[in-house]
């Protein structure tokens, strides 16, 4: 099998993704090709890296990922094709790559900008065609990674960090760093802090956003709150998420991606 | 071939549906997933079943549908696989699975909640990656039923129901079920009852909903009535349907899903 | 490898296109199945010809590609399937298919309206699941072509075109010929004018959008100019395109799709 699993911000509505698929099914034609999603928000790295990060490890080994948020694309920063312990991917080298890569374990890196394995044209605004998908599409077919690229360096990748949360006195001042269209809001918190600083399952906090202070269970699902009250919960993506049962927490406490919010115990006080 | 068939109320933005795939590749390399679709509207079971039922048909026999619209995920709602006549149906237990399972005749039901098939670790908030996608995984390679979960009564499954349209004097009070892209509006009258009601092709209905009052050609298509023009016809849902030609009867006629809906024959007047 | 492309204006709500993969799935199970897009416009044909067009050359010769945007389903319209020189084109006859047909070469063209291998019933409102995906499917078997529909004349079918610019004392009259969801606007002047009229890479250009004028800089992509700058560049679709760096060209000049923009050397004046 060689399974190459895409992520792009470019939606739904244009045939770039398709195209995409159709230059890779040229070279490959045994290529698996898997959408894991296309609705990063637009020029949103950090929300896909993220993603990334957080879904690789339910692929299987010898993957290609090939994803593609790329403001920048036409301007200096480069193409490259990481290969991870288990993985390789395949995508510019805006930091887009560098979650997922640092957690599994860089072991080579290289810059394709170049690769003779591009497309005859390259045009200035659709490297996910001409340059990322014939890449990863070649990569799927075995070519030894040296063919594809120049080796480079592994410390000159661009690097982005999830912003950490900080504890004062028992209350934590997190971030919202991601939105689901259920609009469960997934912070910056870790499920380790919330060991540390031992939050248990039962416990109630208090979520201040904004003037906004709400009273919210530590729970292992948002069903098992009553309806329309809060919850926290260790998320899909490992960190801790508030969530309405059957309802909105984004829209319920007023919060959008970015957002400070503040969880502590509710035996702290208001 | 083992085929996969998704239906979910997950939606295209995040990576969720990517990722149940994810799952079953790395359980079943050979597995073919087909998307029907990730659109259902937010916990609307309902809908959910409408959709798996009419839809199935069409796909091969033994094609394991995955079908996930669960509002009381990590609650203590069960988690099961109906063996049908045609198909496995693999999902919550809250009757999304049930429409299609009566039709298609069911012969075995498991409970999968607890089955040894399921990852490692379970979260309380996406058993469709947890649970059902590794069920329906080994469901594909052909794992023996009784393996993956206990089997329990098919009588003690939840069912639930399309509401009747009442029928008072040659007219037919009848409800919105489904609202398409185009704003087409399925009703809940299924084309059986036209027959028996000895409405024909080319005769003209009265259609009233809310205070809004207007006729409406009975046809084959929309396509046959003037521009702008109302017409009801069988639906590829085989449930009569209204829709405007080249325009938007849910606009046209104010109607949302579950609403109200009259018609009768022109001939008893308004 | 039989690949068949999938090119509607579905939309990604409704279970219209799954339900046409397992009517394909069901005839042939080997068969591959790519979305191209399925968010074309509602029953803008010419925007799905144009796409189609743009499209085709990056999928694999013999590829199927089975395009459906058709407000006169059910109506007297014919169903066509087109062998162009490297590909096979199924769909309405309302020329949706006709811009690639043209590029690529036609031929043979055959009328499948009652091709022996639709399904059994025909519906009059889904010709999609009953006589595009099942044609599309034997044909992808290998089935001869004269068997799927009744060979007719190459130069009956319906043809749409690009509306093409004017161009009138060193000013081209343009019109806006698709939209993405980036906001960028493909205009319908060919790479080949730009050239004719001598606009480099690097030249200032005038841009007239209603009563709004604004500068643009001709060049090879939009991450060239400043943030927030207007560019002009060769789109993916081989015409001239206008975006703004990490902004949005649609909104910032106001324009819809089939709006007419004026574009001049700035050395002309305003």
Request: net charge negative; proline share 4%; charged share 25%.
């Amino acid at each position: 099998m060689s399974l190459i699993v895409l992520l792009t911000d470019y939606g739904y509505k244009d045939p770039y993704v398709g195209v995409i698929k159709g230059v890779i099914k040229s070279i490959n034609p045994r290529a698996e090709i898997i959408d894991l999603t296309h609705g990063v928000g637009r020029h949103n790295v950090r929300e896909g890296a993220l993603i990334l990060k957080s879904s690789a490890k339910y692929f299987p080994k010898g993957t290609v990922f090939l994803a593609i948020v790329d403001p920048g694309v036409g301007s200096s920063r480069r193409a490259i094709l990481i290969k991870t312990r288990n993985y390789i991917l395949v995508g510019p080298d805006n930091g887009l790559l560098s979650l997922l890569a640092l957690e599994d374990g860089i072991q080579e890196v290289y810059d394709i900008g170049g690769s003779k394995y591009r497309l005859e044209k390259v045009s200035g605004t659709f490297h996910g065609r001409d340059v990322f998908a014939p890449v990863a599409a070649y990569a799927s077919l075995g070519v030894p990674l040296g063919e594809l690229g120049v080796r480079v360096e592994p410390g000159s990748i661009q690097v982005i960090d999830i912003p950490r949360p900080v504890v004062e006195g028992g209350a934590v001042k997190a971030r919202v760093i991601y939105i689901d269209v259920y609009g469960n809001l997934l912070t910056n918190i870790p499920m380790t802090l919330v060991s540390e600083l031992g939050w248990r399952i039962g416990d109630t906090l208090v979520v201040e956003a904004g003037s906004t202070s709400k009273e919210c269970r530590l729970t292992t699902s948002f069903s098992l709150v009553e309806e329309g009250g809060l919850a926290c919960y260790e998320s899909s993506f490992e960190y801790l998420e508030l969530g309405v049962n059957k309802g909105d927490a984004s829209r319920e406490l007023n919060l959008s991606l970015d957002d400070e919010v503040i969880l502590k115990p509710a035996r702290l006080g208001r």
